[in-house]
């Protein structure tokens, strides 16, 4: 009884830390959902053309990369959601080995 006890609190405090990270950056987590499926929705062609005409930033894309420029923790949270999905498109179109 006391294991499931201690389980179940546990549980309950990391979901309530997960819950927490989840909602501290709202904006960002918008902004890296987008990316992530633009990734996902996309074919090899498509992002080997977007890749081969690199356009500068928008406005938008420069105040996020700003954004993330200046808030370390941001930025960590951030790469830690769009890398992987994004890595795996890459493997999966031949970009990178």
Excluded: W
């Excluded at 499931?4 to 309950?12: E, K, P, W």
């Excluded at 808030?71 to 970009?95: L, S, T, V």
């Amino acid at each position: 009884m006391r294991k499931l006890t201690l389980g179940l609190g546990t549980a309950i405090v990391l979901f309530s830390v997960v819950f927490a990270f989840a909602q501290q950056y709202p904006i960002m987590d918008k902004v890296a959902n987008k990316i992530v499926t633009k990734y996902q929705q996309s074919s090899c062609q498509e992002l080997a053309e977007k890749r081969a005409n690199k356009t500068p930033p928008g406005p938008e894309e420069q105040r996020v990369i700003q954004l993330l420029k200046s808030d370390p923790q941001m930025r960590h949270a951030f790469i830690d959601k769009i890398a992987a999905p994004i890595a795996n498109k890459m493997f999966d179109c031949g970009f990178i080995p």
